[in-house]
């Protein structure tokens, strides 16, 4: 959008909630295809920036930090990212009508995420490359930054292509005069790390039966998503933020390994522990997987209730025996390096699966590769 034609139009933005409001059932955003000039650390106009105080607002992209994926719709989008120094980003945006409670509503929002979000770490001083996957949040509550209720989340966005996503707001606990859009981390991570995810083109919000098939049988229209709930936390700023143990900082399933500020672990969850190498058929932890290890050991240390079973797998490629074998193996030189570094051996438990439990097919090198692996599994929370 050039500069010209950008200001020609800001003052029927910034009048927007004059004017634009409810009718009938639907309730219109301001700015919902997040039209401003391309910019860095600023809110699109219509927008209030939620980040955490000492951080960097979202974007206005494309342009900056090596971002240059073409709007979905009009001539900018939205840029948000999640920071492995445990900030994220976020906005808000009061609605023209609440959203009522025990109603349900529905729009659409085109999400995707950049190959590319280049931005300096805080904590390696370095440039890196915020790209891991992460999920968008939708909050309901009374003012700007309020988070009542968690009324939506995202699968993990890891497609680089514009997709129409729908979503369905259905509130339980109040009705909400203000809606926030909140980067987040998967769900459960051991470490916070680095990532983006970009948003463009919502649709207005329209109220909907809350049955799903109406008096004639048809259909009614659904999204998808409903909310699990987290810690609350505020949002954060860009440039200059702190890395993730595996990824630098700037705009980063079984889930793969953030810290507990991030997940609260819960019995039954499942994390698979990425960047862990042993030599083939062997069971010695390689050097280069001390990073993804002590990942593991923070995660205990900040958790000193929880007790984790280490799991390891294998593909279908070894008779039975040896793969129980060697997964049983694996498994136990990661719990013997946990407790070598002091964690109590009543708080670490291992077991090999061998190939009884594949995520994916074995009938590729990539799904063999996926199945070949080691989890942990939270057994308790309470010690």
């Known amino acids: 959008m050039d500069r010209l034609r950008f200001w020609r139009a800001l003052p029927l933005l910034s009048l927007a909630p004059l004017y634009l409001g409810a009718q009938g059932d639907v309730i219109h955003f301001v700015n919902p295809s997040f039209e ?30 090596s971002v240059n994926k073409p709007p979905k719709h009009g001539d900018t989008y939205l ?24 109603h349900c509503y529905d729009f659409t929002v085109d999400i995707c995420r950049s190959e590319i979000y280049v931005s300096a770490s805080k904590t390696t001083g370095q440039q890196a490359n915020y790209t891991r996957p ?26 680089d292509r514009w997709l129409t996503t729908p979503v369905r707001l259905a509130p339980k606990n109040g009705s909400y005069t203000h809606l926030l859009f909140e980067a987040y981390y998967m769900q459960p991570t051991l470490f916070a790390y680095n990532g983006n995810i970009l948003l463009d083109n919502l649709t207005p919000i329209q109220e909907l039966d809350c049955n799903p098939v109406a008096m004639t049988g048809t259909p009614k229209p659904t999204s998808s998503g409903t ?21 630098p900082t700037g705009k980063s399933g079984a889930t793969s390994t953030a810290s507990t500020a991030k997940s609260v672990p819960k019995k039954g969850d499942i994390i698979r522990i990425d960047k862990l190498y042993f030599e ?11 990073e993804a290890l002590q990942s593991v050991l923070k995660f205990l240390k900040n958790n000193p209730r929880v007790v984790v079973e280490i799991g390891g797998h294998t593909n279908n490629w070894a008779a039975e025996s040896f793969a129980v074998e060697l ?57």
Do not use: M
Request: aromatic share 8%; proline share 7%; net charge neutral.
């Open 36 to 65: 401003d000039l391309p910019k860095s650390g600023d809110a699109p106009v219509g927008w209030y920036d939620c980040g955490k105080t000492g951080e960097t607002p979202p974007d206005v992209q494309p342009g900056f930090y």
């Open 327 to 383: 997964s049983t193996n694996r498994a136990k030189a990661v719990a013997d390096w946990l407790i070598d570094q002091g964690i109590p051996s009543g708080r670490v438990q291992y077991k090999g699966y061998g190939w009884k439990q594949p995520v994916t097919s074995n009938d590729s090198v990539e799904g063999r590769n996926k199945n070949q692996r080691v989890e942990i599994k939270i057994l308790s929370t309470d010690g």
């Open 280 to 290: 083939a058929n062997q069971f010695e932890i390689k050097p280069e997987s001390e």
């Open 134 to 159: 992460c999920r968008l949040l939708i909050w309901g509550g009374y003012g700007f930054c309020d988070k009542k209720e968690l009324l939506y989340q995202s699968a993990e966005v890891t497609h």
């Open 227 to 247: 909310a699990g709930s987290r810690p609350t936390g505020t949002s954060s700023g860009k440039t200059g933020t702190s890395a993730n143990p595996s990824t």
């Open 79 to 102: 840029g948000l990212v999640v920071r492995d120094n445990d900030t994220w980003e976020a906005v808000a945006q009061r609605l023209s009508k609440p959203i009522a409670v025990n």
